[in-house]
């Protein structure tokens, strides 16, 4: 029995190239609702601005870790 693939290969190429136009779409919608929103409220969340960089430090410790910290290892006085 000869069953050929390719029909199967360009069916499925198709059905994600459709979702990943259809997250980026939805993406770009998000982007544009949260830009507008955030201009005609700017006034009420520009008070927020300190305190939601204080909470970014912690935010980006967590996200990234201490992975930057390896190249001090090296310089701890050893020549």
């Not at 390719?6 to 939805?26: F, P, Q, R």
């Not at 955030?38 to 927020?48: F, M």
Request: aromatic letters at 8%; glycine letters at 12%; charged letters at 10%.
């Amino acid at each position: 029995m000869n069953h050929d693939h390719t029909a199967e290969h360009l069916d499925a190429a198709a059905s994600t190239g459709c979702s990943k136009k259809l997250i980026g779409a939805v993406i770009m919608l998000a982007f544009i609702g949260v830009f507008f929103l955030l201009r005609e409220h700017w006034s009420h969340i520009a008070g927020y601005w300190p305190y939601l960089l204080l909470l970014a430090c912690p935010l980006m410790h967590l996200l990234h870790g201490h992975g930057g910290h390896s190249s001090h290892k090296g310089s701890s006085g050893q020549k």
